[in-house]
């Protein structure tokens, strides 16, 4: 079965059916950023990374991500700058598909 990694600043509840779909198909982890806990759901793995808020940016342990990135075989990210972690790790050498989302108007 093919391996997801997904980045996510929050996990919201509306997301969770999707991901829970995902996970029929695939191997899905989830790391985010809440402070909620854990899924109810067992489909999916959810790990909660730490985050700083430094001005306009939330810091975390890049290096976490970039070790967890080679151990799946694609991973989304949210394409939001104020996240540096979750595009920093990708750039260079990859050993992963990447693929960013986003939407047009946020913050």
Request: charged share 20%; net charge positive; hydrophobic share 45%.
């Amino acid at each position: 079965m093919k391996s997801l990694l997904i980045l996510q600043d929050a996990l919201t509840e509306y997301r969770r059916p999707v991901l829970d779909e995902l996970a029929k198909y695939y191997s899905v982890t989830v790391m985010h950023a809440n402070k909620d806990g854990r899924a109810i759901s067992g489909n999916y793995a959810e790990f909660i990374i730490p985050q700083m808020r430094v001005g306009p940016f939330y810091l975390q342990n890049i290096a976490s991500i970039y070790k967890a990135r080679q151990q799946f075989d694609a991973v989304i990210s949210m394409f939001d700058l104020r996240w540096p972690a979750y595009i920093l790790p990708f750039i260079g050498k990859r050993h992963a598909k990447w693929i960013l989302w986003g939407i047009v108007t946020g913050k």
